[in-house]
């Protein structure tokens, strides 16, 4: 099973994360992601085995405990890039409000779960919604100027719950299913 933790954008702010990939529209080599599948990734586990699943999902009770984040408003807004603008491989929403919340929950969950044998993020903790990757670097001057000029608002939503999910790939892209749900 290939997993990881995630906030995950209510479906009716869909329609404005597409209107925010919709200004690369004319970018070449821009891979938008599916904006129904929008989400803050806590944590990337990874390929898990199926039956480590129960002390996973232990582990991040526990961190939802630990972090004593109570049910919170996200504001979604503005764009970012992975790793810089000279070299972008990945086109993100920022979190407006709410980042400091999402942060105890990522480090709580970071901890639980580096406990268990998983590795340790290597990159400070940005909260962000991806909605692009580049193939290729013939859309990057629009990208980057994009990227420097609009300050798109998606939308606020109240968190009130963390998710373990299953990434299956498909020819498609990838298909989300939530294994289960930790409420904050």
């Known amino acids: 099973m290939r997993l ?3 906030v995950d954008l209510p479906d009716a702010l869909a329609p404005a994360v597409a209107d ?3 200004l690369f529209a004319d970018a070449a080599g821009v891979d938008p992601t599916d904006p129904e599948g929008a989400h803050v990734t806590l944590k990337f586990l990874g390929e898990t ?3 480590r699943l129960d002390a996973v999902e232990d582990a991040i009770e526990r961190a939802v405990a630990d972090a004593d984040v109570d049910p ?4 979604y807004g503005d764009l970012g890039v992975f790793p810089s603008l000279d070299y972008i491989s990945v086109v ?3 979190v407006r409000r709410g980042d400091l919340e999402l942060a105890h929950l990522h480090e709580a969950v970071e901890r639980e779960t580096t406990a ?3 590795d340790p993020e290597d990159h400070d903790f940005t909260p962000h919604v991806t909605i692009a990757r580049l193939r290729h670097g013939g859309g990057k001057d629009r990208v980057q ?3 420097v000029e609009a300050e798109p608002t998606v939308g606020t939503d109240t968190v009130d719950a963390v998710r373990l999910t299953e990434s299956v790939l498909t020819d ?3 298909r989300y299913e939530t294994v289960r749900e930790f409420e904050l």
């Open 20 to 22: 925010a990939q919709s």
């Open 116 to 118: 268990l044998g998983y």
């Open 49 to 51: 085995p199926e039956h």
């Open 72 to 75: 919170f408003e996200v504001e």
């Open 92 to 94: 993100w929403i920022g």
């Open 4 to 6: 990881f933790v995630s």
């Open 172 to 174: 498609d892209g990838p």
């Open 145 to 147: 100027s994009v990227v």
